[in-house]
């Protein structure tokens, strides 16, 4: 055997000049630009920017929340959260502290994605039974929701006070 002491060369007849490159770049940020184009219209789109209505006057009133949550937690009461797959409706089970359930409230919540606003909707409950509330919550996918309730009681001089609040985050499941 013996071996030869030139290199053995292809010739394939392509060569690679400046033109090539020249194309192969422009084709590379092509593809990132229409791909980045795509990715900021989906976020743009699919979120409303609005996080928190009337933020301003929510940062200002943030004491009295505080005193509020204080309240509500020398209640000692106890809430579950579930839904009914079966009759598709949500529903707030409220015990006070001895585990007797909390009767006579005015109960709203706003139910929605975590990520976007697009399928908020507001639900009103109705009492079932004592300390169980119930309200009809159609056509809900699979995944993550998040439930935001409030418990009102009318007060001795007609207005309506929030006694306890609660968010939750729920998991519908296929």
């Known amino acids: 055997m013996s071996r030869s002491s030139a290199p053995h060369q292809v010739d394939s007849g392509l060569t690679l000049n400046g033109r090539h490159v020249l194309f ?5 940020f092509a ?3 229409v791909a980045d184009t795509y ?3 989906k976020a743009v789109s699919t979120f409303g920017g609005l996080e928190t209505e009337d933020a301003y006057r929510k940062g200002l009133s943030y004491n009295s929340r505080i005193v509020a949550a204080d ?5 000692g ?3 579950k959260l579930n839904y009914l797959k079966q009759t598709k409706r949500l529903r707030i089970s409220l015990l006070d502290r001895e585990g007797v359930g909390v009767s006579g409230l005015k109960i709203t919540a706003s139910l929605g994605r975590p990520a976007t606003n697009r399928f908020d909707r507001e639900l009103t409950f109705v009492q079932t039974g004592p300390g169980i509330y119930e309200a009809a ?3 809900i996918e699979s995944g993550w929701w998040t439930v935001e309730a409030q418990a009102k009681r009318n007060a001795h ?3 309506e006070a929030i006694v306890y609040e ?3 985050r729920i998991w519908i499941r296929p």
């Open 24 to 28: 192969g770049l422009l084709a590379f």
């Open 137 to 139: 919550a159609p056509a």
């Open 31 to 33: 593809i990132v630009l």
């Open 166 to 168: 609660l968010k939750r």
């Open 71 to 75: 309240a509500q937690a020398k209640l």
């Open 39 to 41: 990715l900021i219209y």
């Open 157 to 159: 001089d007609r207005r």
């Open 77 to 79: 009461w106890r809430d």
